[in-house]
């Protein structure tokens, strides 16, 4: 007796990996490399800044033009690394501000693990959508569960929330 062959069903869905939107550590990297370049930068040509900035109304201009008289030799090899250093600090502050955003069969999580995400399970979500260049997720219960910037480019997240079957659209 010859039993039927089963058929492979190419429709049905298979559960996604989750996707993930946050900065990588070549972001981080490149970020770095340019708030400490950009740090170097300034307190190199500080000295020619400040002769410009005291011809302009701006406020402590003048304090600007008398710090950047300084002319000692420590002082010109501080500039720069103190430059350097607030360029540094400059990017803890930007990688630290991103958002990260996860987004799984299960439901999503908006923020990092370490710092109290929140998380949205599938049953509670009802819409997610970009309003003034801010992602919105609503709830059910048609509370605003969350309204702000997130890494990643909105065709992108859209795609990932819309692939997995989550509604996404305006309201």
């Known amino acids: 007796m010859n039993q039927p062959q089963q058929k492979n069903d190419f429709t ?12 990588s550590r070549t972001d981080v990297v490149v970020i770095g490399l340019v708030c400490i370049g ?3 930068a300034l307190g190199f ?5 400040g002769s410009i900035a005291a011809t302009f109304p701006i ?12 002319d000692q030799a ?19 502050a ?3 501000s991103s958002t990260p955003l996860r987004v799984d ?6 923020g990092r693990d370490d710092n109290h995400p929140l998380h949205i399970s599938r049953a509670s979500f009802s819409t997610a959508y970009f309003a003034d260049g801010k992602l919105v997720v609503v709830t059910k219960g048609g509370h605003q569960a969350f309204k702000g910037d997130v890494e990643g480019k909105k065709d992108a997240i859209a795609e990932a929330f819309t692939s997995r079957g989550y ?4 309201i």
């Open 12 to 23: 049905a869905q298979r559960p996604h990996a989750s996707e993930t939107f946050a900065l």
């Open 38 to 40: 950009i740090g170097v």
């Open 45 to 49: 040509f500080l000295p020619a800044l």
């Open 59 to 70: 406020p402590f201009g003048d304090v600007i033009e008398k710090l950047s008289r300084f």
């Open 74 to 92: 420590w002082v010109v090899i501080a500039r720069p690394i103190i430059g350097g250093a607030l360029g540094l600090i400059a990017t803890f």
């Open 94 to 96: 930007i990688a630290a």
């Open 105 to 110: 069969d299960h439901g999503i999580t908006i």
């Open 167 to 170: 509604r996404w659209g305006e």
